[in-house]
């Protein structure tokens, strides 16, 4: 095994971040130094990630790094292993990144709360459960990981426990997730029962084809018990409760990262532990409960009429795109849902600091109690468009590169396998995207156009810290909306191929030959081919879009599009007050919940009876999970 | 050398020929002849053809007021950027067998493009801050959902036909759907297609914003919606990306489903007897005629006919309309069209 | 839904306008269109009924004193008028006339104003010498000669176009004196007396309409 | 006997959840997490067990090759899942006292601020 | 040619709208009529507006209440210029029978320079158009000025 520099590089990213989180309870009194420390760790663990692309992404090398340097004895993984291929190195990424425009965030945006020491704390201890989560090879280790970000992330959640429900939404958090983890925890003892591994390749290696009931249900648990940190459909109102109570900085993690994690493990559950996303049936589940996930979720979100918990009802629903892209098993639907995920953890990112800007500033994100801040922040509107174009999937911003990817796949999955599921897949992908739109639409009447309450005349735009943080994010937005090949083919691409080679991961770390000699039925390694059914240039696009743009200004201009006036003196004149039917123009917001009555009114029933079902009672959200572990562990003992 | 020549060649592209100009023109004289279209089945003499012209330059000319409440940029650019969207989206969509920037686009993005001059109509009028731009954009952005459901059905149906004929299972390029058809006939000689085409015309008018689905402009009950607090040249700017959307829509219908009459346009430019690029430029000259005259008549069938006949829909009813019947012929054309026919 | 004029739309687009083309084709407007006013000042007698009973307030009569009597301009404002003809209807004379010309366009609002002058001469008092006989050619109705007091005399018109009245029919009923527009009659019915103000008098004969026993000749 | 074990952690964690999902006492959803949480850790000491195996001790230079020892992993597992458990209950009473002063209440069908 | 081609345009397309400043509706009802099918008032490019931004002239009828005037005012302060203020009917040129009342405070022209008036109670439609064509005309005068 060599040792090269490099290969030390993931466990020194994941446990700077501890040492930081560790480091600031001792000097997190002293304002400068703890933010010093904060900033630093995100940083290098940041650099040392972007340091391992080349090797792992371009190269295709998959580091297994044993700790203690206890390799395999005996033909046992005994020691605790990090092994880090593209799939991971990509979360890993995404993680990193987030953490780190959060961090930037947190520093002015935390700066009117007290106890910020401890809030850096948990912060790089949540962001140290994920990284270490997605960089592990082992699955205890990822129990481990799974309950200190929990933990983190509870604890954070009720940080401003004076705010609406933050003690709350912490405490069914908690419940539901604890429920959660007992499911992985189970799940992993009965996997150590029957292979007595715990090292993910070893087990990836001698699972597929042994599979027994034992198996099964230790599968069903372990997938509901992730589920819950994806927080898909039956584990939703968690995560509604739990983004909307959490301070913005934190709601960026929860959501573009959290989520992600849960999304990784099950990635590994079904593409390598148990390598049974061949099965149709197992597809048909992701593809089920990623298309409910969507739909449900963009539905619930319409209701809304507070931005941060309309914005987490989003983050699921898009977190389903990616769970109905990866369920595919196509090359394409993988690159794609990889594409969507980091795409979401950058614009919901976005979109996450965008509402704690007007939260900082205005001290609420109620829809119906706010309204034209565009006047008094135009940064932060410009961000918040950008967000939300990308997100409902306007071109040529990222989040259409990514759905337009999902819709072929799942599209093109459906004429090949002649199933008319994913028919109806591919319409409610592409339903949901418009119903997206209208959300933010409703968002961006509601809270940045529209007439400006009395109460905000003196909001102020946010300081430039904040701006920078969401200036990160936005570029990134624009950036990889711009260039979906080149995204595709250094990034995604390297990580859907790593998905489907089991057998590669298996051997790197387990010696090689050892898949071949231990696995009852071959690694699963379909032909991994991109196949695109459309076509879509956006840079050539974007160009003659600002040819035209140009062109038609320029006309305009020379066409007495000067001729503009506008108000001068401050009182009011009546010729640039708004028209009223004649009226003195009074404040009159038109937004807030019920701005698609149109809409809803055609579905109140649904609606009346979605209302009633998250009642925000924690039994019943307790129910809804045991109920999902019962019919996935009763479904999977059918299927398999 | 050869690059200036190109470069000039496709600035010619986006400037005159499928681009701003054709656009311009053909846009609204489409809106103008759906109007004198109009009046005469009401009886009416009604404006003439050309009066469109003359609103759009009249506007060009009026002062532009911003309200004390509106914030500016947003205001002034919506109309600018829903423009230039609206003809970069005209450059996709092919002449028959010509396309001026050919493998650019497909049909789904096509799908999403034309969100973008809706949205900036929205964004536009959140932007003024009049209570009437609310309920306008509120109505629109339903109308917009409501058309999203058959127009995907559609589109889709329209993949999978051209998919499974051409053997590669799903297209979703303009490209391949051009060629089938220059091949095989138009697409709405299909069986299957057919529930699909009508849904296609029934999607028009809502998508344009046409009665009896202009609930989000109506002028009598909320001063136009969006554009109450529009004056001047942006309004005019508005009222022209509505006339091309008449334009866009019609003509994606034309090369959805009767791009077979290309292939009969390359054989009569044979049958002349010429070769070489003036046959080419031939071909593209007649094709865009025809285009322009199919567009004229499916202009007066899926607008002004149904604007002449219906009264305006409430919004809920146009959700309620283009959610079950619409789409469901569309459904019926993509059952159809999953089984082969 | 229901498309009931689908079959009434196809007809129309094939059948002619039912527009009238109004300003390329003129067109007239209806009989007894109440339109334009025109003013026959040479049949006004001044009697301001017309004043009266505007109930648009749209009537203004102009008293000038000049050497040769009163110039009487009546003005008539059609911006204030309601064109319900009741200064028609009332004017005895027929001076007051509605026209079928409804085009009554102005940038200013002085075109909308129709006027028309005349002279009415001094009423020749019992005392005051005879006035100079010639009057302007525009008030020919207040020429004539100087009546001769005959009070004493059978009741029979007088040739000066002022009433009188037939005592022996008379039944004081007063309706004349309320109706008289230039309030010269008074009539009191305990003293059972018509008294005329032949100064006031303008001579309208609104009196001998009114009076019931039709005892007022004029 | 080690059936009974593994029923005896079914029935626990079943126990568990049916606290969770039918109290309405915020205490007794703790309690019944930590049920759940013994049951967990039951079972995976059932499974790291093997009768009359020795307790996974090395003493350097006394190993004896028919030496029968328990499964050390397990043992290191619960006592990690201990640990964490007792982190949670810590931290859920924690939350539980928060909310009683906020609410006033321990009622979870009173503690619903957000829903729909 | 551009300056030239926007005055031409205006001239042939002019926007109204229509403000009841206490009017009986005679009028109302007549501006309507100079929309129907019988004078079809479109085919000179008139159109009702729904918002005085849109407009380019501005039609009153009605007598100018006390309750109307700041809204009637407002309202025309609005519309962009050029622009051009019809009166319809006799009431906002004098009040007409209203006048004298309490509650009436016109005429119009006390406020705002009333471009054309138009006579009748209520116009018949060929004098609206007869209007609005003179209208048209000083619109057209008041874009050449520019």
């Known amino acids: 095994m060599s040792t090269a520099l490099y290969q030390h590089f993931p466990i020194l990213a994941v446990m700077v971040l501890f040492l930081g989180a560790f480091l600031i309870v001792i000097f997190g009194n002293v304002k400068t130094l703890r933010h010093l420390i904060a900033l630093l760790s995100v940083t290098v663990s940041l650099g040392l990630l972007i340091a391992l692309v080349k090797p792992v992404m371009l190269e295709g090398e998959i580091i297994a790094y044993w700790m203690g340097a206890r390799a395999t004895a005996g033909g046992y993984a005994i020691g605790i292993a990090m092994e880090v291929d593209a799939l991971s190195l990509f979360f890993g990424l995404l993680v990193a990144t987030a953490v780190f425009v959060s961090c930037v965030y947190s520093i002015q945006y935390m700066s009117h709360d007290d106890n910020v020491g401890q809030y850096y704390t948990l912060f790089l201890m949540l962001a140290g459960g994920v990284m270490g989560l997605v960089l592990s090879g082992d699955l205890f280790n990822m129990f481990i990981m799974v309950e200190i970000l929990t933990f983190a992330a509870v604890a954070l959640t009720a940080f401003r426990n004076t705010a609406k429900g933050a003690l709350e939404a912490a405490f069914k958090y908690l419940v539901v997730g604890c429920i959660g983890s007992t499911c992985i925890l189970t799940g992993t003892v009965m996997l150590y029962a029957q292979a007595h591994t715990l090292n993910f390749a070893q087990l990836s290696a001698l699972l597929p084809g042994n599979m027994n009931t034992a198996t099964v249900v230790a599968f069903a648990l372990l997938y509901i018990g992730f589920s819950t940190k994806a927080f898909i459909v039956p584990f939703h109102p968690l995560a509604a409760d739990a983004h909307g109570a959490a301070p913005a900085s934190i709601s960026v993690l929860i959501s573009g990262v959290l989520t992600k994690s849960g999304l990784y493990a099950i990635i590994r559950l079904s593409y390598f532990l148990f390598q049974t996303m061949e099965l149709g049936t197992m597809q048909f589940l992701l593809v089920f409960m990623g298309s409910m996930s969507m739909f449900i979720c963009v539905t619930m979100a319409l209701a809304q009429h507070d931005f941060k918990r309309l914005l987490a009802f989003h983050s699921i629903s898009q977190i389903g795109y990616v769970l109905t892209a990866v369920g595919l098993c196509t090359a394409m639907g993988v690159s794609s849902g990889l594409y969507h995920a980091m795409n979401h953890t950058l614009f919901k990112g976005l979109l996450f600091l965008a509402a704690g800007a007007v939260l900082h500033q205005t001290g609420t994100t109620d829809l119906d109690k706010l309204g034209g801040l565009s006047k008094k922040m135009p940064w932060t509107t410009a961000f918040f468009l950008v967000g939300a174009f990308s997100i409902s999937g306007i071109p040529p911003f990222n989040g259409f590169a990514s759905k337009w990817m999902v819709y072929q796949s799942i599209y093109l999955k459906a004429v090949e396998s002649g199933n008319i599921g994913f028919l109806f897949a591919t319409i409610i992908a592409l339903v949901t995207s418009v119903l997206t739109l209208a959300s933010f639409v409703k968002v961006s009447q509601s809270v940045f156009f529209g007439r400006l309450p009395k109460e905000y005349e003196n909001v102020t735009e946010v300081p430039w810290g904040m701006r920078l943080a969401m200036c990160l994010f936005a570029v990134l937005c624009v950036v990889t909306g711009l260039f979906p090949d080149l995204v595709t083919r250094y990034l995604t691409q390297p990580a859907a191929d790593a998905v489907f080679n089991a057998s590669g991961y298996i051997n790197a770390m387990m010696g090689s030959g050892y898949a071949e000699s231990v696995m009852s039925v071959p690694a699963m390694a379909p032909a991994v081919t991109y196949v695109e059914v459309g076509v879509w240039q956006p840079v050539s696009w974007l160009l003659i879009l600002v040819i035209t743009l140009l062109a038609i200004t320029i006309v305009a201009i020379g066409g007495q599009y000067d001729r503009v006036s506008e108000s001068v003196s401050a009182p009011m004149d009546s010729k640039y007050d708004l028209f009223f039917g004649g009226e003195e123009s009074v404040y009159s917001q038109v937004g807030g919940e019920d701005l698609f009555w149109g809409f809803k009114h055609n579905w109140r029933g649904y609606f009346s009876f979605m209302h009633k079902l998250h009642s925000g009672i924690v039994n019943d959200y307790s129910l809804w999970a045991v109920v999902a572990l019962a019919l996935v562990t009763l479904y999977m003992l059918i299927v398999f | ?341 | 839904m229901d498309l009931p004029f689908v079959k009434e739309a196809v007809k129309q687009l094939f059948s002619k306008s039912s527009c009238a083309m109004y300003p390329a084709v003129p067109s007239e407007a209806a009989p007894h269109y109440r339109g334009r006013i025109v003013y026959h000042p040479e049949l006004c007698i001044n009697c301001g009924m017309c004043e009266r009973v505007c109930s648009g307030n749209a009537i203004t009569r102009k008293v000038e004193k000049v050497e040769e009597g009163d110039k009487i301009t009546m003005t008539f404002n059609l911006g204030s008028c309601t064109f319900c003809a009741t200064c028609a209807d009332f004017c005895s004379r027929h001076a007051i006339e509605f026209t079928g010309d409804y085009h009554m366009v102005a940038t200013k609002e002085e075109d909308l104003l129709v006027s028309g002058t005349f002279i009415k001469k001094p009423p020749v008092k019992k005392p005051a010498p005879p006035k100079p006989a010639a009057a302007p050619a525009a008030a020919p109705a207040a020429g004539g000669a100087p009546a001769p007091a005959a009070p004493a005399a059978p009741v029979k018109p007088r040739d000066d176009g002022k009433p009188v009245n037939d005592p022996s029919k008379c039944v004081y009923c007063t309706l004349c004196a309320r109706k008289c527009p230039a309030g010269a009659l008074e009539v009191d019915r305990a003293a059972k007396t018509w008294t005329l103000d032949e100064d006031k008098c303008v001579g309208c004969g609104t009196c001998a309409e009114a009076c019931p026993k039709k005892c007022i000749l004029i | 006997m080690i059936l009974f074990n593994y029923v005896a952690s079914f029935f626990l964690i079943v126990l568990g959840f049916y606290t969770i999902v039918t109290k309405y006492n915020l205490v007794k959803t703790v309690i019944g997490l930590s049920i759940a949480d013994y049951g967990v850790n039951l079972l995976i000491i059932s499974i790291g067990f093997n009768p009359g195996g020795t307790a996974p001790i090395f003493t350097p230079g006394e190993i004896d090759p028919s030496a029968f020892f328990v499964d050390p992993i397990p043992q290191a597992l619960t006592l990690t899942s201990i640990v964490i458990g007792a982190c949670v209950t810590a931290m859920s009473l924690a939350l539980v006292m928060k909310i009683h002063e906020q609410y006033g209440t321990i009622d979870t069908r009173e503690v619903r601020r957000l829903r729909g | 040619m551009f300056k030239k081609l926007i005055a031409e345009s205006t001239a042939k397309s002019p926007w109204l709208f229509h403000i009841n400043a206490g009017s009986c509706n005679g009028c109302d009802i007549e501006l309507v009529s100079v929309l129907t099918p019988r004078y079809d008032a479109e085919r000179l490019g008139f159109k009702l507006a729904g918002s005085p931004r849109h407009a380019d002239i501005v039609v009153v009828t009605g007598p100018v209440t006390a309750q109307s005037l700041p809204r009637v005012l407002r309202a025309i302060s609005q519309v962009p210029e050029p622009r051009c203020i019809v009166t319809m009917g006799s009431c906002p040129q004098s009040g007409n029978v209203f006048r004298g009342s309490y509650s009436v405070v016109g005429p119009l022209s006390k406020y705002v320079h009333v471009d054309v008036d138009v006579a009748g109670c209520a116009p018949k439609p060929q004098a609206v158009i007869d209007g609005l064509a003179l209208a048209t005309k000083i619109l057209k005068e008041k874009r050449e000025a520019k």
């Open chain 2, 1 to 341: 050398m050869s690059i200036v020549i190109s470069a000039l060649q496709y600035l010619g592209y986006i400037l005159i020929f499928p681009g701003f100009l054709f656009c311009f023109l053909v846009g609204l004289l489409l809106s103008g002849i759906d109007r004198k279209l109009v009046a005469k089945m009401q009886k009416r003499v009604g404006p003439p053809v050309l009066q469109p012209f003359y609103d759009f330059f009249k506007l060009c000319g009026k002062e532009t007021i911003v309200p004390a409440a509106a914030s500016k940029t947003v205001f002034l650019m919506a109309p600018l950027v829903g423009l230039a969207a609206l003809v970069v989206l005209q450059l996709f969509i092919p002449i028959f067998q010509f396309t001026a920037f050919s493998g650019m686009a497909d049909i789904i993005v096509i799908l999403y493009l034309l969100l973008i001059p809706a949205l900036a109509q929205i964004l536009g009028g959140a932007a003024s801050g009049s209570p009437y731009a609310g309920v306008g954009l509120s109505r629109e952005m339903v109308t917009i959902i409501s058309c999203e459901l058959p127009l995907v059905l559609v589109l889709l149906a329209v993949a999978k036909t051209v998919g499974s004929a051409t053997g590669e299972g799903l297209s979703f390029s303009f490209a391949s759907i051009a060629a089938y058809q220059a091949a095989n006939g138009s697409l709405i000689l299909r069986l299957s297609m057919i529930p699909a085409a009508i849904a296609m015309l029934m999607v028009i008018p809502g998508e344009t914003g046409n009665h009896p689905f202009d609930a989000a402009e109506a002028e009598t009950e909320i001063c136009e919606g969006m554009l109450a607090e529009y004056s001047g040249a942006p309004l005019g700017i508005f009222k022209l990306s509505h006339a091309i959307k008449m334009l866009t829509l019609t003509s994606l219908f034309v090369a959805l489903f009767l791009g077979g009459i290309g292939s009969g346009i390359a054989q009569l430019v044979a049958l002349m007897g010429l070769t070489g690029p003036a046959a080419n430029g031939l071909t593209v000259l007649l094709g865009a005629i025809v285009t322009v005259l199919l567009c004229i008549v499916l202009t007066v069938v899926s607008i002004s006919f149904v604007h002449a006949v219906t009264a305006r829909l409430k919004i809920e009813q146009i959700f309620k309309f283009y959610w079950t019947v619409v789409s469901g012929l569309a459904l019926i054309s993509l059952v159809l069209a999953w089984y082969g026919l």
